[in-house]
């Protein structure tokens, strides 16, 4: 069954400090992995994509990374700030451009 | 520069009524998906329209319906709620032969 899990399922940091969020997932066939991050009571908003062949991506503090081979992927997140406090959920797309695996999400909240 | 827009933001039905949660989106993407997301769990599709005048069943579609109005708008009805259809339901759209995929911010739908 394809499946997308991430640990933690919550964690707290203070900020300015730096976390990385794991991804692993079982979804074949592989067509890219993205990042999203979802504040309280809002949407989704894409952080990342990352196809086969790209093993790492950055969005300003934000770097993700993929290891294709392991199925794993993480996202870091440099020098924390309140405003990163949210879900982060990894999606892996089987197959085609837009069909969807959802991770449950890592619960970040940065502490002052 | 609205993208998705979903209405209404929050509902309280009772068991056995009927309500349409609405999803309009401003950016001509054919593609237009209704997902709804519980606690612990990654957001699961209900329905899709991969464009105008089509829709297809997702992963979860007992107990809802949809429609697509036109190219901007994709509607998803629950003719009797049941409280299992307690949740957020989002909606989102995207374009075919790419990656971006746009969410509204949300429906929070509780049913007693």
Known sequence: KNQVEQSPQSLIILEGKNCTLQCNYTVSPFSNLRWYKQDTGRGPVSLTIMTFSENTKSNGRYTATLDADTKQSSLHITASQLSDSASYICVVSEGGYNKLIFGAGTRLAVHP | ?112
């Open chain 2, 1 to 112: 520069n609205a993208g998705v827009t979903q209405t209404p933001k929050f509902q309280v039905l009772k068991t056995g009524q009927s309500m349409t949660l609405q999803c309009a989106q401003d950016m001509n993407h054919n593609s237009m998906y209704w997902y709804r997301q519980d606690p612990g769990m990654g957001l699961r599709l209900i329905y899709y329209s991969a464009s105008e005048g089509t829709t297809d069943k997702g992963e979860v579609p007992n107990g809802y319906n949809v429609s697509r109005l036109n190219k901007r708008e994709f509607s998803l009805r629950l003719e009797s709620a049941a409280p299992s259809q307690t949740s957020v339901y989002f909606c989102a759209s995207s374009e075919r032969g790419t990656y971006g995929y746009t969410f509204g911010s949300g429906t929070r739908l509780t049913v007693v």
